[in-house]
């Protein structure tokens, strides 16, 4: 199976908080899962965590390399640039990556990588992994908080994600 790309600065281990999540699922189009992941407009009607996005420069509506966007998650506002972007062709794992920050200050600064990969596997499957890296005092608080955060929040995306996609294709 396929890993995630890590920038340098981002490497989990090396970083102030990490989360990692999977689900592997059958019976979904990979298309309809990427539609749903890569257009941010999409995730507030599966992803209760997740408010307000909007593109800069006049992008969207859908993620691309290089594009600016805003949205609202874990109370944070995150701006975010995407930083790879490969959409589901065959034989290789459709890659979504962003640097999101919010924060100006050190006390309040929070900068991270979340990236996404979405890889059909034999027999019909498709696995999608989600992790996220971060850096800054807002991440060391959340790495320290039971029941982690971002790992129920990640896995409330995951699970909302499959839900619409298996709706789309019903």
Known sequence: MSDIIWPAGYVPGFTDNYCSNEVIVTGLDLQVLWSLLATPQ?????????????????????LAPGVRFYFETFGFPVEAEVVECVAPVPGQPARLAWHGWAGSTAEDRLDVHHAWLLEELAGGR?????????VGAPARALAQARPNP????????????V???????A
Do not use: C
């Open 163 to 169: 839900t619409a996609a298996r709706q789309a294709g």
């Open 42 to 62: 999409r995730w507030p009607g599966y992803y209760a965590n997740s408010a307000n996005p909007r593109f800069y420069d006049g992008k969207g509506p859908q």
């Open 126 to 134: 498709i696995r999608i992994l989600t992790q996220e890296t971060q």
């Open 150 to 161: 971002m790992i129920n929040g990640h896995q409330d995306w995951l699970d909302g994600m």
